[in-house]
């Protein structure tokens, strides 16, 4: 029986998607960001500034499951993650699907660049420990991220390849 890549992709949302509300406490008024326990401070295993390419296209990876994963995901947004965060849309990729978030009180330009990298840490950590998602991985598929603030503009985009975890 064929594995179904929206499994993973429902487990992730619903039960993997990074709350961002604990990120973006901002009671001190100095604009950083809570330093968040699962963000290791290893220096070796913090990934680069720059987001990841996704690999070449995949022969494992099948674009009509990616395009039905997307339908069945849009069909329940927007979803409200967290207090602070809304899934708006899920658009396929070449080798993925595309998660695209808003922030409910923040607008881009509150939200600096120590709590981009906490967001792309913490994220790309939950991605590559995730049973489902690893699977999703192992087999060539691609998890893209994208966050906007609530007046809509950009704030960060990345992506998480079957390399940053550890596949070729």
Known sequence: MKRFFYLPAILFVFTGCL???????NESGNNKPASPTA????????PAS?????PEKTSKVDKTVLRVTADQLNRSVPQQIDEETTLTRVDVQEDGLLYNFQLVTK???????DAKEIIRNVVKERVCKDASTRASLKEGYS?????VGKDKQPITKFVVAPKDCGFN
């Open 50 to 54: 720059q987001p990841s390419k996704a």
């Open 107 to 113: 607008n881009a330009a509150q939200i600096n660049a």
């Open 19 to 25: 709350p961002l509300a604990p990120f973006l406490s």
């Open 39 to 46: 963000v290791s401070s290893n220096p070796a295993s913090s």
């Open 143 to 147: 998890f893209y991220y994208s966050y």
